[in-house]
Nanobody, 126 residues
Framework: QVQLSDSGGGLVQAGGSLRLSCAAS????????MGWFRQAPGKEREFVAA????????YFGDSVKGRFSISRDNARNTVNLQMNSLKSEDTAVYYC???????????????????WGQGTQVTVSS
C-alpha cells in the first residue's frame, strides 16, 4: 500500500511554468507506475502523463505533449510533473496516482490506478 501527497499547485499566468510534486509513503515505490491526471469543473478526469517503474518509459496526453515532462526519483519516493507554456485550458485540479505493476509499462486509464493523492489546484490566468 502507498499513500500519496501531491503539492505545488498555484496561480500562474499563461505562458508560465509550475512544477508539481508527489511524495509517496510506504514501501516498494519502485514497484509502482506513477501517473498524473487532472479534472476541471464539469469535466471527466483526464490523463496527463505517466512514467514507468524505472522511469525509462513516459507517456503524455495529446493536450500536454511538448509542454509537460514527468520524472521520478525512486530513492526519494517522489514523482514530479514539470509544466511549461501553461494555457488557461490547463486549469484543473491535478492528481498523482500510483498503480502497482509487475511490468515496466505505462497506463493511461484512471480506472487502472490503485492509489490517489488529494489533488492540487492549478489555475492559469489568461
Amino acid at each position: 500500500q502507498v499513500q500519496l501527497s501531491d503539492s505545488g499547485g498555484g496561480l500562474v499566468q499563461a505562458g508560465g511554468s509550475l512544477r508539481l510534486s508527489c511524495a509517496a509513503s510506504g514501501r516498494s515505490f519502485s514497484s509502482y507506475v506513477m501517473g498524473w491526471f487532472r479534472q476541471a469543473p464539469g469535466k471527466e478526469r483526464e490523463f496527463v502523463a505517466a512514467i514507468s517503474r524505472n522511469g525509462g518509459r513516459t507517456y503524455f496526453g495529446d493536450s500536454v505533449k511538448g509542454r509537460f515532462s514527468i520524472s521520478r526519483d525512486n530513492a526519494r519516493n517522489t514523482v514530479n510533473l514539470q509544466m511549461n507554456s501553461l494555457k488557461s485550458e490547463d486549469t484543473a485540479v491535478y492528481y498523482c496516482a500510483a498503480k502497482y505493476s509487475s511490468f515496466n509499462y505505462v497506463y493511461t486509464g484512471p480506472h487502472e490506478y490503485d492509489y490517489w493523492g488529494q489533488g492540487t489546484q492549478v489555475t492559469v490566468s489568461s
